[in-house]
């Protein structure tokens, strides 16, 4: 009887090698499985299935996993306003471990002997896969290919060549990597430490001209409204605003940042719907939450994603700071206001019945109604008594060493 191995597919050059790779040189019944988490139309989808099947696979399995996708990760990177390297929203990384989850979920479920993935040794996602499936499925044999015969793309396509595979072999010039939080878009430009993407390289390009304001409703943190329209999953609510706010070029950048096998990467990206939505939901956050909140959620959310992006979804800490970052969003409610432009929005400013900008208790530098001028006198010359104290002292050590 064949050993079983489940292989995480997407129907690219790597993981075709893959299904041939196992099934006619180390003999094993392949389960192919595709965990779509937002980059996948329903006709691709059973394109990609379609083309596992003629590769020579026992099973294939399809996980519509947009809506877990966003209620066990993306939902703490908005309530964190994680962006990496203050410039990148973590697309990529937090799309390849709900991935794995689910992969390593699958391959538990049907009792397989080994488990792979189609990584090179060059990048992230080999261990962000790596670690979830040691954590998850301990025993359970990673095998990987590409990786461990260091494999060229030449080699590849003259192996399934051989093999009689029909695909489309030609290279595009630019990787492109879509998903619910956002698309990466990796070429010649990026490379190199200079250099930006032409227009042409882009996914969605620029159709809108003419200047849009958008409502975002907010209840507890979460995206549950654009222009009133409501959703009835906060997943949807973001693909729909990316609808909006994509054609006008908007949350395209580069970022370059350290690797997790510690060499620096660049990569472009383009992510209207989770720019917007972040800087929207913080200009939110900003008006309903205290000084010491705002302050220990940075802390907090800058660890969060860090480790995040390094595959660490696992560590009980995450629990930890998910529990404090849910706390946090009791009041984040109201609407958001924003004006979209091209390759460009701005916040224009928030509704919300919990906003601390009240004019009940006072307006920054014209009047105040919580406390007296008198008041003030006497605070601050507390506030500061320490300080002063310390001067004072000071002073008075230094006249005793000049003498």
Known sequence: MSKKIVLGFSGGLDTSYCVKYFTEELGYE???????????SAEELQQIEKHAYRLGVKTHKTVDAVK?????????????NVLKNNTYPLSVSAERLSQALH??????EIGADAVAHGSTGAGNDQVRF????HIMIPGVEIITPIRDLKLSREE?????Q??????NFEKAAYSINKGLWGTSVGGRETLSSKGILPEEAWPTQVTKTEAEEVKLNFEKGELVGVNNKPFDHPSKAIQYLQTLAGPFGIGRDIHIGDTIIGIKGRVGFEAAAPMVILK????????????WQLNWKDQLAQFYGNWLHEGQILDPIMRDIENFLESSQRNVTGAVYVQLLPYRFQVIGIESPYDLMNSKFGKYGEMNTGFTGDDVKGFSRIFGNQ????????????KKERR
């Open 130 to 133: 790596d670690m979830v499936f």
């Open 162 to 167: 051989s093999k009689g595979v029909d695909m």
């Open 68 to 80: 877990s996708y966003y209620d066990s990760i993306i939902k703490f990177l908005i309530y964190g």
């Open 387 to 398: 300080t002063m104290m310390y001067h004072l002292v000071k002073e008075e050590n230094d």
């Open 280 to 291: 929207a939901h913080h200009a939110l956050e900003k008006h309903v939450l205290t000084k």
């Open 30 to 40: 392949v389960h192919s499985i595709i965990v779509n988490t937002g980059g996948f």
């Open 156 to 160: 590849e396509i003259a192996y399934l």
């Open 103 to 108: 992969i390593a979920s699958y391959a538990e």
